[in-house]
């Protein structure tokens, strides 16, 4: 099985600044179809999860264009180019094909 | 709109057994794979299992083969986990999610507390 790494585990971040979380996979997540199935998603205190951005870098339906996945193999990176008050919460990368596994989480605090 | 409403969730003893379900509106279900996460308190999330559009194909975590089975019912638009042998680590909230192919979890409902304590 995979093992997903996540830094930093936590990050504070001033309003307008950008952020970088990192996901390193201990296999590599290049499937056969050709496809990285590498996920991220982002609990909001007292939600439920919600995807960001699945096979690596693709929005997914009503994400702010400041979020932006990239990466391929076992190295994977999840950016936000100004962090706002909303985006507050523990973020996960996950990876579908070994079988699933979540990341540790990194927390996101604003300063 | 989506929506997954889980149910279920009690205390229970160890060693003892419960039924997780979750009703599934605003989409058609059989057209989805359906997946379960949990999450401990205070923890990260943990992938527990997974079920196709008809049950030929299922897989669960490694710590939940031969206790856990996943299973659903497109009659009735219903998702299930029903769990065995349950140990004090099964405690989370469960959480089931619409899955739109390699894990792809589009939707997710609120979740139900699973408590496992003598």
């Known amino acids: 099985d995979a093992v997903l790494t996540q830094t930093p585990l936590s990050l504070s971040v001033t309003p307008g600044q950008p952020a970088s979380i990192s996901c390193k996979s201990s296999?590599?997540?290049?499937?056969?179809?050709?496809?990285?199935?590498l996920h991220w998603y982002l609990q909001k205190p007292g939600q439920s999860p919600q995807l960001l951005i699945s096979e690596v870098s693709s929005r997914f339906s009503g994400v702010p264009d400041r979020f932006s996945g990239s990466g391929s193999g076992t190295d994977f990176k999840l950016q936000i180019s100004r962090v706002e008050a909303e985006d507050v919460g523990v973020y996960y990368c996950m990876e579908a094909i070994h079988p699933p596994t979540f990341g540790g989480g990194t927390k996101v605090e604003i300063e | 709109e989506v929506t997954l409403v889980e149910s279920g969730g009690d205390l229970v003893r160890p060693g003892g057994s419960l039924r997780l379900s979750c009703v599934a509106s605003g989409f058609t279900f059989v057209d989805y794979w359906m997946t379960w996460v949990r999450q401990a308190p205070g923890k990260g999330l943990e992938w527990v299992a997974t079920?196709?559009?008809?049950?030929?194909?299922?897989d669960c975590v490694a710590s939940v083969k031969g206790r856990f089975t996943i299973s659903r019912d497109n009659a009735r638009n219903s998702l299930y986990l029903q769990m065995n042998s349950l140990r004090v680590e099964d405690t989370a909230v469960y959480y089931c999610?619409?899955?739109?192919?390699?894990?792809?979890?589009?939707?997710w409902g609120q979740g139900t507390l699973v408590t496992v304590s003598s």
């Open positions: 296999q590599s997540l290049l499937h056969s179809d050709g496809k990285t199935y």
């Open positions: 999610a619409r899955d739109a192919g390699w894990s792809r979890l589009d939707s």
């Open positions: 079920v196709n559009y008809d049950e030929s194909q299922k």
